[in-house]
């Protein structure tokens, strides 16, 4: 009997120590897998993942920088090439004009006192030097008809008409050159020969001088190379201590010849 339960105490104390044996080889073996090299490789990749996850981050982030810095710094527009200058923008270029006037006469000359106000034609010659101004020559032939109608005195021919003779050198200076209709401005110098017509065409020059020029102009073009002029003007002449002063209104063409 005593046999039988010590027979069955060492089957039991068997028992226990292969199920204790059994629980610390289970826990090791899952502490195994746990640490396998399967699961190594899976946690390196994760991390792998995380970092090129983190690496495109980055990289997109540079690139974003990148593009946005190369948006700031991206080249002006280029602008679009302009055409070639009108004709009468260019400098160098010639133009010829003509104009009719008319103009009256003031002071305290022989010549204001005797004549009044008449018509007169001008040649105008322009040289542009550049796309706003011009140097300019006119030649102008103004006659003044006489203050009283010409009586004839034995030995004392009346007056009939004094024709002034001009030559001046000029700067014209033009504003929106570039428009159809645009004003100038002229400023000059020169010189007067005027000459007493009398009655029985004797001619007596008086008040020879020079003089100053002052005006202002505007200027239509009809066609690239043909355009009207007008302009007013007014003349100080001084001449052996007497003052004349000139105001004149003429109107006329002007032509742009060349290529």
């Known amino acids: 009997m005593n046999r039988a339960w010590q027979r069955r105490g060492w089957r039991v104390a068997g028992m226990a120590v292969v199920v204790v044996c059994l629980a610390l080889s289970g826990g090791t073996i899952a502490r195994a897998r746990a640490w396998s090299p399967a699961s190594w490789s899976a946690a390196a990749a994760g991390a792998g993942d995380a970092a090129g996850s983190a690496a495109r981050i ?26 070639p200058l009108l004709r009468r923008l260019r400098p160098n270029t010639v133009s010829l004009g003509f104009q ?15 004549f009044d106000h008449g018509p007169g034609y001008a040649f105008r010659f322009r040289y542009m030097v550049s796309t706003r101004a011009a140097l300019g020559f006119s030649f102008e032939h103004q006659r003044f008809g006489s203050v009283q109608p010409p009586r004839n005195v034995p030995g004392q021919p009346a ?3 004094v024709v002034v003779t001009t030559i001046s050198v000029e700067s014209v200076l033009y504003s929106h050159r570039e428009r159809e209709t645009h004003p100038y401005f002229v400023l000059g110098a020169g010189y007067a020969s005027p000459d007493v017509i009398t009655a029985e065409q004797q001619v007596d020059r008086v008040n020879e001088g020079g003089f100053l020029v002052g005006g202002i102009g505007f200027e239509r073009f009809i066609r690239e190379r043909f355009s009207v002029d007008g302009c007013l003007r007014v003349y100080g002449h001084i001449a052996n201590s ?18």
């Open 58 to 83: 980055s990289s997109g982030g540079e690139e974003t920088v990148l593009r946005l810095a190369g948006a700031r710094r991206q080249p002006a527009p280029i602008p679009t090439p302009r055409g």
């Open 100 to 114: 009719g006037q008319y103009g009256g006469i003031r002071g305290n000359s022989r010549l204001a006192d005797g």
């Open 159 to 161: 007056d009939s008409h």
């Open 242 to 259: 007497e003052f004349s002063s000139i105001g004149q209104v003429s109107l006329g063409i002007h032509l742009y010849p060349g290529d």
